[in-house]
Every structure is written in C-alpha cells, then in structure tokens.
T-cell receptor
Framework: DTGVSQDPRHKITKRGQNVTFRCDPI?????LYWYRQTLGQGPEFLTY????????KSRLLSDRFSAERPKGSFSTLEIQRTEQGDSAMYLC???????????????FGPGTRLTVL | GENVEQHPSTLSVQEGDSAVIKCTYS??????FPWYKQELGKRPQLIID?????GEKKDQRIAVTLNKTAKHFSLHITETQPEDSAVYFC???????????FGTGTRLQVFP
C-alpha cells in the first residue's frame, strides 16, 4: 500500500497517561497535516509541516500536544497527560506542495482512534 | 475566525433522485474548495474539488458550483445509487495557509 499509513490504528489509555502516534506520508509528499475528528463532526485542523518545519499550529492545540517531523518524512504526535476530552480519531494527511498549481490534494490516512478512560 | 457551515446534516433520497449539499464559508481569502466522502470507519477521500477561478466543475454524476460573491458552494449528485451512501464533508482553504477548514458533514442515505 503506497498511501498514507498511521500506527497504531486503535489506542486505549487511562487518563493521565502519555500517548504517541505515528504517521508515514506518501513518500514524495513534502507536506504533512494532523487533524482530529470527533463523532459526528468534520476533521479539525491541528498542525502541519512542510518538510521538517512546523508551519502552523491551531490555537485549539493545548501545550499537552506536540508534533514532530524530524527528517521530513514520518511524523509523530504526542499527547501528554491525556484527558477524556482527547478521545477522538486522529487523522494524518499528506500532500505535494506545488506552487504552480496553487493548491494540492490532501490524501488522508486511516486514522488512529484514541479512547481515554 | 474561519468557519464553514454545511447543510443539511442528514439527507435521504430514493435511488435515482438527485442530492444537493450546500456550504457557506467565512474567510474571503479561501480559494480552494474540496469535497470529501467518508464511509463508515474509513478515511476521507476526495471526490471533487474546485478552485476560485472556476464557477462550476463536473465529473460524471458529480458537480460542484461556486459563488464567490455569496461565499457559497454546493455539491450536486445526480442519479444517486446506494453506494453513494456516506458522510460528505465540504472544506475550504486558502493558498497562503494551506489548511483545510471542514464543514460538519452531511449523512447521505440512498434507499433502493
């Protein structure tokens, strides 16, 4: 499968624990995005990278959340001291930035479903 | 702030009928408007998109229209089939931010 992959697909944790998710984008894609989706809602933007640089971070993202893309390939999203309100599907997407086209399709991964007990 | 409103939240149609989903955006800098289909338990998948220099785009049974003055865009599905049943999300983005702002989704059910 050459699409966006995410690991793990499901994570159950207890409140207060730390969790880390991984996203592997499509290999030639230079942009990587994280979104969060709760039941019955559309995906909500969290942050995005161009290569290894984090270019934008949502104001909704508390300081318990941190994301990295150290070598410009895969990315990790860490949530510290999880709360029940963090329960959601965490989606990763990637795209190939091409200034000549103006905008480029974002391809989504299957998501990591987090349940905080 | 940036916001995308989507209506209706649910839509039920008979197979063969048309379905229309409407979205309104707030950020006048938005210039890219994709539509994603998400089946239960699966990832969102792009079905069609439109850029601000175009008023309408068609792809077989699917069409999207854009009214930049009114900040409205709509998805039209003709000759609906049961496999069209899914949740559909509209989104908006501007070239300088590159992030997608999604609507709240429309659950489409097509009855045979």
């Amino acid at each position: 499968d050459t699409g966006v992959s995410q690991d793990p697909r499901h994570k159950i944790t207890k409140r207060g624990q730390n969790v880390t998710f991984r996203c592997d984008p499509i290999s030639e894609h230079n942009r990587l995005y994280w979104y969060r989706q709760t039941l019955g809602q559309g995906p909500e933007f969290l942050t995005y990278f161009q290569n290894e640089a984090q270019l934008e971070k949502s104001r909704l993202l508390s300081d318990r959340f941190s994301a990295e893309r150290p070598k410009g390939s895969f990315s990790t999203l860490e949530i510290q001291r999880t709360e029940q309100g963090d329960s959601a599907m965490y989606l990763c997407a990637s795209s190939l930035a091409d200034t000549s086209r103006g905008y480029n399709e974002q391809f989504f991964g299957p998501g990591t479903r987090l349940t905080v007990l | 702030g940036e916001n995308v409103e989507q209506h209706p939240s649910t839509l039920s149609v008979q197979e063969g009928d048309s379905a229309v989903i409407k979205c309104t955006y707030s950020d006048s800098a938005s210039n890219y408007f994709p539509w994603y289909k998400q089946e239960l338990g699966k990832r969102p998948q792009l079905i069609i998109d439109i850029r601000s220099n175009v008023g309408e785009k068609k792809d077989q049974r699917i069409a999207v229209t854009l009214n930049k003055t009114a900040k409205h865009f709509s998805l039209h599905i003709t000759e609906t089939q049961p496999e069209d049943s899914a949740v559909y999300f509209c989104a908006a983005a501007s070239y300088n931010t590159d992030k997608l702002i999604f609507g709240t989704g429309t659950r489409l059910q097509v009855f045979p």
